[in-house]
């Protein structure tokens, strides 16, 4: 196996999207309550209204919801695939591992996310059977995010980061995922 990069944790992006929010949340006070004006650099506040700088706000952390969901999703998959990779260039014993060794040698370098890792994991694993579900829903956020949100998602549900969040650390909590050195 190649050696690969670290996807950045959950917990790491969490408290990001978390401090960023935070960031934002302090920014648009200050500019309310007029203790800071809009530097140079944000000629595009200057004379908004109070209304119209809470709206632009809520925008901006809309947006920030939406990418911090992105990379909380891109992560797991990263983490997944990281494990998938482990297992099938280890000679581990378990049945997963054997299962995506056999996939391995059938697919080559196009190993698909749904219907070959977490399949697997559904049908050979028998662990987190609905997580790995809850998870599948994800990836069609994560397809409208990825590809320019250009038609109206059909999700099933509203995602926000802490349900992103949440859903993404229960899947890596309940799957037995190895370690990036494959132990």
Same mark, same amino acid.
Request: charged share 25%.
């Given at each position: 196996?190649?050696? /690969?990069? /670290?996807?950045?944790?959950?917990?790491?992006?969490? !408290?990001?999207? =978390?401090e960023?929010?935070?960031?934002?949340?302090?920014?648009?006070? =200050?500019?309310?309550?007029?203790?800071?004006?809009?530097?140079?650099?944000?000629?595009?506040?200057?004379?908004?209204? *109070?209304?119209? %700088?809470?709206?632009?706000f809520? =925008?901006? @952390? *809309?947006? #920030?919801?939406?990418?911090?969901s #992105? /990379?909380?999703?891109?992560?797991?998959e990263?983490?997944? &695939?990281?494990?998938?990779?482990?297992r099938?260039?280890? $000679? *581990?014993?378990?049945? %997963?591992?054997? +299962?995506?060794?056999?996939? $391995?040698?059938?697919?080559? &370098?196009? %190993?698909? @996310?749904? +219907?070959?890792?977490?399949? !697997?994991? /559904?049908?050979?694993?028998?662990?987190?059977?609905? !997580?790995?579900?809850?998870?599948?829903?994800?990836?069609?956020?994560?397809?409208?995010?990825?590809?320019?949100?250009?038609?109206?998602?059909?999700l099933?549900?509203?995602?926000?980061?802490?349900?992103?969040?949440?859903?993404t650390d229960?899947? @890596?909590?309940? #799957?037995?995922?190895?370690?990036?050195?494959?132990?």
């Amino acid at each position: 196996m190649a050696a /690969t990069a /670290t996807p950045p944790s959950l917990p790491f992006i969490w !408290t990001w999207f =978390q401090e960023s929010a935070n960031g934002l949340g302090l920014r648009e006070s =200050q500019i309310v309550s007029g203790a800071f004006t809009p530097s140079d650099s944000e000629k595009h506040l200057l004379g908004l209204t *109070h209304d119209e %700088i809470r709206v632009l706000f809520r =925008q901006y @952390l *809309h947006e #920030l919801n939406e990418v911090a969901s #992105l /990379t909380m999703i891109a992560s797991t998959e990263a983490s997944l &695939r990281i494990d998938f990779e482990a297992r099938a260039a280890k $000679r *581990h014993k378990d049945k %997963i591992s054997r +299962e995506f060794r056999d996939i $391995r040698r059938r697919r080559g &370098r196009w %190993i698909r @996310l749904d +219907e070959d890792i977490l399949e !697997t994991w /559904t049908t050979v694993g028998g662990t987190a059977k609905s !997580t790995i579900s809850e998870f599948r829903g994800l990836l069609n956020l994560r397809d409208w995010l990825a590809h320019g949100r250009y038609w109206v998602p059909k999700l099933g549900k509203q995602y926000d980061a802490q349900g992103v969040f949440s859903l993404t650390d229960r899947l @890596l909590s309940k #799957l037995p995922i190895l370690s990036t050195d494959g132990t």
